[in-house]
């Protein structure tokens, strides 16, 4: 079975422009994280979908970070403009539902660097 | 608030060694769960083991065991005769109900500890 899948798995580009990262979690799981992970700040819970509704975004750190689900099988989290503070590994990852005992697997992560 | 302490930043031992990650986690849950992922230098997070907060039996898989205490609220993590595979951050985690609309659910991490095994 497939796991997560993201896509880019390495982005670069410059200051102000806008990024796309994707992500298609596991078939029939119902929910859906982005991740952030820094040096300095370890791992960041951006935002939570379930059933395609986001949940909770109170990690998107400004403004400029948006996230979608249109439907059960993709989501994109966008960043326009972007900064070089946005350089970091972002990870999705994806659990069969909202249970709290569930597992999330996480995808193989986009590396993005912006100069 | 929660929290999950892997006080161990980076450790390095020799191929055979054995090795134990410390997890220490703060929580007023009574019903919780833990877990530990490891993420090697290719980047991927990789699954390791799942423990709910009312299951204190200690597990092994192989060349892993975990040691799950309540009492000091630790979920510690042994490789026995490390290999060279094993060189990659381990990171704990702690499952956290957020007191949110619909009572949904995050993990916390800790910082990770970076395991080197030398051949």
Redesign the interface.
């Known amino acids: 079975d497939a796991g997560v899948i993201q896509s880019p798995r390495h982005e670069v580009t410059e200051m102000g422009q806008e990024v796309t990262l994707r992500c298609k979690p596991i078939s029939g799981h119902n929910s859906l994280f982005w991740y952030r992970q820094t040096m300095m700040r370890g791992l960041e819970l951006l935002i939570y979908f379930n059933n395609n509704v986001p949940i909770d975004d109170s990690g998107m750190p400004e403004d400029r970070f948006s996230a979608k689900m249109p439907n059960a099988s993709f989501s994109t989290l966008k960043i326009q403009p972007s900064e070089p503070r946005d350089s970091a590994v972002y990870f999705c990852a994806s659990r069969p539902s909202r249970a709290t005992w569930e597992t999330q697997y996480f995808g193989p992560g986009t590396r993005l660097l912006v100069l | 608030a929660q929290k999950v302490t892997q006080a161990q930043t980076e450790i390095s031992v020799v191929e055979k060694e054995d090795v134990t990650l410390d997890c220490v986690y703060e929580t007023r849950d009574t019903?919780?769960?833990l877990?530990w992922?490891k993420q090697p230098p290719s980047?991927?997070?990789?699954?390791l083991i799942?423990r709910?907060s009312f299951d204190e039996q200690n597990e092994i898989s192989g060349r892993y065991s975990w040691n799950f205490q309540k009492s000091t609220s630790s979920f510690n993590f042994t490789i026995t005769a490390s290999q060279v595979v094993d060189s990659a951050v381990y990171?704990c985690a702690l499952?956290e109900?957020?007191r949110?609309?619909?009572g949904?659910?995050?993990?916390v991490?800790?910082?990770?500890t970076k395991l080197t095994v030398n051949p």
Do not use: A, D, I
Request: aromatic content about 26%.
């Open positions: 019903t919780y769960y877990f992922y980047g991927e997070l990789v699954f799942r709910n990171f499952s109900v957020m949110t609309q619909g949904s659910e995050k993990l991490f800790g910082k990770g």
